[in-house]
């Protein structure tokens, strides 16, 4: 997969990750269509905006629709909530699935035979190091995040054959305006550095980029008891 030349959509692309997707796209050379809720925030000269809502079906097929040319589709759009799953409010934790799992999947689905049609091309999942472990304070988005991350191996298969490379890019902490209301002090990624990383990934064919040490540490504790992994992580504030 060649950045160069490609038409790439990328949701979420108003800001933080999203943002810096589209503009490493432009610098390699690829058309870009950024989208985001409000089209009047996206703001990165050289992109063509479209409008989309991701939880909402009818936006996803007009955006398919809008962009036929498509061959490398970036999921990157999310929210997070800091929702537990006892006590916290149901239609909350109902919005972090929606966007997250049924959101990135209506996006596959409609873009699925857009991309067969132009050779199959690539999917990016934006993912997060908390598909992989809970925190309490955070957990909806844990679950919706997880979920994410078993559809994106689910999806890899079923678009094998028609030459779609699916990859899921899984980061840690990153210094956007999500992670300013979330109660945390350790370092926070560049964002430039996840979307350079996420597209040098693509290029070399990988269905797995793991952006920093932290992410790395998670996966790695997985074959652990987990004991061992959330007697070390600090209690929730």
Not at 44 to 51: H, M, S
Not at 107 to 127: D, E, T
Not at 178 to 205: C, F, H, N, S, T
Request: glycine share 10%; net charge negative.
């Amino acid at each position: 997969m060649r950045i160069s030349g490609s038409t790439a959509l990328v949701t979420g692309a108003n800001r933080g990750i999203g943002r810096h997707l589209a503009e490493e796209l432009l610098k390699r050379g690829a058309k870009v269509y950024a989208t985001a809720r409000r089209p009047e925030s996206v703001g990165i000269p050289g992109v063509e905006v479209l409008r989309l809502d991701i939880t909402d079906p009818v936006s996803v097929k007009a955006a398919a629709a809008a962009a036929q040319d498509v061959d490398l589709l970036i999921n990157n759009a999310g929210i997070a909530t800091g929702t537990n799953l006892v006590t916290g409010d149901v239609d909350t934790i109902r919005r972090e699935l929606d966007t997250h799992f049924w959101g990135t999947l209506d996006m596959v689905r409609a873009f699925a035979p857009v991309l067969a049609a132009n050779g199959g091309g690539a999917i990016v999942n934006v993912l997060s190091a908390a598909s992989w472990f809970s925190y309490d304070g955070n957990n909806a988005y844990s679950v919706a995040k997880s979920a994410e991350w078993s559809l994106t191996n689910g999806v890899r298969l079923e678009l094998a054959g028609q030459n779609t490379l699916v990859t899921g890019v899984i980061l840690g902490a990153a210094d956007t305006d999500i992670m300013a209301g979330i109660d945390y002090d350790g370092p926070l990624l560049d964002p430039a550095d996840v979307a350079r990383a996420a597209l040098d990934g693509v290029e070399a064919r990988e269905v797995e980029v793991v952006v920093g040490d932290w992410s790395a540490h998670v996966k790695a504790s997985l074959a652990a008891d987990p004991s061992e992994f959330y007697g070390r992580l600090p209690a929730a504030s």
